[in-house]
């Protein structure tokens, strides 16, 4: 359907859902703790979105079951709460989520530690932070939309981390998921070029070990193939005449 330039009133619109999205992971930050399970966790940001007079976005999305993905070590994305996964010390945990404010969608994501994590586990926690911002340096009017990608990866590559390829980011807008697709590697092509107005998210996905990944049988939770664990960091932007506007920022 290509790609939506967003109105100054719809701009008004998405910068006010994505407020509202950092707000509830703000909360859902401060609430993690061990002994915690995910079910908590969602059941909470569930509450924190519907608190704003918001929905989830997520729920019942292609049939997904919850408002928050939580995701726990080896999880890389889309994993189900459960009441009986009990985070522990020393564990990492990616939250995604989204919510619906007037129509608009948002969507955000962060990988927290859980109590004392490694120094191996923040490292990459960082990495994976520290690429989004790596990418969206490129994330201009004028520039095309794969020098995000092809930045992205090659901060990630001096690591030698896995970049998940099956997931992508997109654009965003009065749907979770509009055109165009993100890649968070290395592009041959320089794809469509960035213009005012577009609302892209931006998510790259990078495990401690190698890329690959596999679905459980419940056809949600993306697991790593080699058992190794996974980062996620994901925010909501407006491309303008300048810098980048990260509308999920907190
Ligand atoms: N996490 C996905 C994204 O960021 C959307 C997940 S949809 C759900 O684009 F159904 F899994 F929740
Ligand atoms: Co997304």
Known sequence: MGITIKTEQEIRLMRESCRLLAD???????????????????ILGDQLIRQHGCIPNFLHYNGYPASICVSVNDEVVHGIPRKHHILQEGDIVSLDAGLIYQGYHSDMARTFGVGQISDEAQKLIDAAKQSFFEGIKMARAGNHLYEISNAIAAYIDTFGYGIVRELVGHGIGTRLHEDPQIPNFAQVRRGPKLRPGMTLCVEPMINMGRADVEWLDDDWTVVTQDGSWSAHYENTILITEGDPEILTLY
């Open 24 to 42: 509830v992971f703000q909360s859902l930050e401060e609430a993690v703790h061990p002994g915690m399970s995910t079910m908590e966790i969602n």
